[in-house]
């Protein structure tokens, strides 16, 4: 079954994407596809800017609170999810809204991606590795079998140097990210919002210090009762990381707020070069940008 185009908003953290995703879910008649790779977990709702259920107008959304923090967020087991959702939503008459600023799930959700073999013993073991010997020390066997690939991972990546090697021991080579365009499977209408960038530095501020405001400190000390610290991904969040940190006594909690702000900041800048490769994307001033600006594919 064709679908008609999902309507997909994307752009950096602190752009304005969720006031727009929601102005056009109620133009078109549309359910909401949740895109941000931490907003899938249960419990990190400050620090990801998620969406207070309140303030949804009534919008259903998918792929929010699916995970626990313990679990680790794979773009092959949202791309199938998130699918079936897409599929399940237009079975029932009406449109579909995605938004987020993940780029590799946002690809994974639309386009042919194929993901290599996988094999949970084989993960549970490097994870354990990694545990007793460190993640230096697996990155260090990464750069040995394939230096090339590991150039592309950060070394203090965990999840993405575990599957790495997970993936090398199963098939005999490195995954890659894609990074160039592939089939769509899921028709599209891509939809991206810009600012200059000494005002999103300032958005960025704002929303760090809103987010310790309410609570962000409070909401990890909550969630390390639930594992945090062991969640391979969930761990490793903007703010939750430097939040970590500092119970840990290795900052203080307003040295990991501005540790925080400048990580975010330099997230935003690897957003817009994944998204700047995507010449199908629809750019727009997000401080002025309205529904009727859009082509929506009505």
């Known amino acids: 079954m064709t679908l008609p185009p999902l309507v997909v ?26 895109a941000d790779s931490m907003q899938l977990y249960r419990g990190m709702d400050i620090g990801t800017a998620k969406v207070p259920e309140a303030e949804r107008r009534g919008i259903t959304h998918h792929m929010l609170d699916v995970l626990e923090v313990t679990q680790g967020a794979s773009v092959s087991d ?52 990694a545990d007793e010997f460190g993640i230096d020390a697996l990155y260090q066997r990464f750069v040995e079998i394939d230096s090339v690939a590991a150039a592309r991972v950060l070394p203090t990546n965990a999840r993405r140097v575990i599957r790495a090697l997970e993936v090398i021991e199963l098939t005999g080579s490195a995954p890659t990210t894609r990074l160039e365009a592939l089939p769509e499977i899921l028709p599209s209408i891509r939809i991206g919002l810009r600012r200059e960038r000494p005002e999103l530095d ?16 409070e909401e990890v000390r ?15 969040a903007l703010g939750y990381a430097q939040v970590l940190n500092a119970l840990s006594g290795e900052c203080t909690l307003e040295e990991a707020r501005e540790q925080t702000v400048f990580a975010t900041r330099r997230y935003a800048r690897r957003q817009d070069s994944w998204f700047n490769r995507d010449a199908t994307i629809q750019w727009h001033d997000a401080a002025r940008v309205t529904v009727g600006d859009l082509a929506l594919g009505l």
């Open 202 to 217: 300032v958005r960025i501020a704002e929303r760090v210090n809103l987010m310790w405001e309410q609570g962000l400190v």
């Open 78 to 129: 949202y791309q199938v999810a998130a699918r079936a959702i897409a599929h399940d939503i237009h079975a029932r008459g009406k449109r579909v809204v995605v938004v987020g600023g993940s780029g590799l799930f946002i690809q994974g959700l639309l386009e042919d991606m194929q993901f290599p073999a996988n094999d949970p013993a084989v993960r549970e073991r490097l994870e354990q590795e």
């Open 222 to 236: 909550n969630l390390e009762g639930r594992g945090l610290r062991e969640g391979i991904t969930a761990s490793r």
């Open 9 to 34: 908003i994307v752009g950096t953290t602190a752009v304005g994407k969720t006031d727009l995703s929601l102005d056009v879910a109620e133009a078109i008649d549309a359910e909401i596809i949740n």
